[in-house]
């Protein structure tokens, strides 16, 4: 007979089941338990580490360049129906026109203008809040505070008069901190534009004055004042189109000197060539080896 080690296993003794006698009592408060803390909802206090800036300037690019993209097709379709408009003032001269190409002329016109009016407002938001991480970003890499705070960037970007040079000025001082950052410029030197900031810069003024000369002229009547305003709306928009184009080109720019590059999105590299480079050395071929 075999048994196995140990001798054989003792037989499993069957418990009666007890009565319900009631809850459990203790002598003393439990030890063990929930702790004694009001209810929170998970989320109520903050999981993790505090957003990098870096990460913030990267998420709200595609927004960025989403937005402006869309600016700028509405800005190009309004300057197409100014231009349409004007096109028709100048066949009323010599003949009448239907009433209903006057009524779409009207409707377009009306359409496009207040679409490319609040998406352009909306573009202004998405740029000034980049701006803002960007600024906080390069300050971050330099250890070196803007010498405007945030409020008083925003600001000289709506006051008239002053959006003629602080946001110039203030991009100036953002590309000269994200280079001082990649330790292409020295820290105390004078920001100096690049030749991208200077074309931005001239065309974000050329579109304010070409906005306000466009409002103000909305006031003169007569037949040749509307004519004229016509032509200065297709101008403003045109300028509005340009705008959106070249703050693109900025935002990529700056973009891509603050966030790092993935390496898993760049391009493989190939060699194509080698030059300057010693023969390698190789073993005598046998007289009588096939190639």
């Given at each position: 007979?075999?048994?196995?080690?140990?001798?054989?296993?003792?037989?499993?003794v069957?418990?009666?089941?007890?009565?319900?006698t009631?809850?459990?009592?203790?002598?003393a408060?439990p030890?063990?338990?929930?702790?004694?803390?009001?209810?929170?909802?998970?989320?109520?206090l903050?999981?993790?580490?505090?957003?990098?800036?870096?990460r913030?300037?990267?998420?709200?690019?595609?927004?960025?360049?989403?937005?402006?993209?869309?600016?700028?097709g509405?800005?190009?379709?309004?300057?197409?129906?100014?231009?349409w408009?004007y096109?028709?003032?100048?066949?009323?001269?010599?003949?009448?026109?239907?009433?209903?190409?006057?009524?779409?002329?009207?409707?377009?016109?009306a359409?496009?203008?207040?679409?490319?009016l609040?998406?352009?407002?909306?573009?202004?938001v998405?740029?000034?809040?980049?701006?803002?991480?960007?600024?906080?970003?390069?300050?971050?890499r330099?250890?070196?505070?803007?010498?405007?705070?945030?409020?008083?960037?925003?600001?000289?970007?709506?006051?008239?008069?002053?959006?003629?040079?602080?946001?110039?000025?203030s991009?100036?001082?953002?590309?000269?901190?994200?280079?001082?950052g990649?330790?292409?410029?020295?820290?105390?030197a004078?920001?100096?534009?690049?030749?991208?900031?200077?074309?931005?810069?001239?065309?974000?003024?050329?579109?304010?004055?070409?906005?306000?000369?466009?409002?103000?002229?909305?006031?003169?009547?007569?037949?040749?004042?509307l004519?004229?305003?016509?032509?200065?709306?297709?101008?403003?928009?045109?300028?509005?189109?340009?705008?959106?184009?070249?703050?693109?080109?900025?935002?990529?720019?700056?973009?891509?000197?603050?966030?790092?590059?993935?390496?898993?999105?760049?391009?493989?590299?190939?060699?194509?060539?080698?030059?300057?480079?010693?023969?390698?050395?190789?073993?005598?071929?046998?007289?009588?080896?096939?190639?």
């Open positions: 007979m075999a048994t196995p080690p140990g001798g054989p296993r003792p037989r499993a069957r418990r009666q089941a007890r009565p319900y009631g809850p459990p009592a203790y002598p408060v030890r063990w338990g929930f702790p004694a803390l009001a209810w929170r909802w998970p989320l109520a903050p999981a993790g580490p505090l957003v990098d800036p870096v913030r300037v990267a998420a709200l690019y595609a927004t960025v360049t989403s937005t402006l993209w869309i600016t700028a509405m800005g190009g379709l309004t300057a197409v129906a100014e231009l408009r096109v028709l003032l100048l066949r009323s001269r010599g003949e009448a026109l239907p009433a209903t190409t006057l009524a779409v002329s009207d409707a377009l016109v359409t496009t203008g207040v679409l490319t609040v998406l352009g407002a909306l573009a202004g998405v740029v000034v809040l980049w701006a803002l991480r960007a600024r906080e970003a390069a300050t971050e330099i250890g070196v505070r803007s010498a405007r705070s945030d409020a008083q960037f925003v600001l000289g970007v709506l006051v008239p008069g002053l959006n003629l040079l602080v946001p110039g000025s991009l100036s001082e953002l590309e000269h901190a994200v280079l001082v990649e330790g292409v410029r020295e820290a105390g004078r920001p100096r534009p690049s030749r991208l900031v200077l074309v931005w810069w001239a065309a974000w003024a050329a579109s304010l004055l070409l906005g306000w000369s466009t409002f103000l002229w909305g006031f003169r009547s007569g037949t040749q004042a004519a004229d305003g016509v032509v200065l709306h297709v101008w403003t928009n045109i300028a509005v189109v340009v705008l959106a184009v070249v703050t693109i080109r900025v935002v990529e720019y700056l973009t891509t000197l603050l966030v790092p590059a993935d390496p898993t999105e760049l391009p493989h590299l190939r060699v194509v060539g080698v030059h300057d480079a010693p023969a390698p050395s190789r073993a005598p071929r046998p007289a009588g080896a096939q190639r």
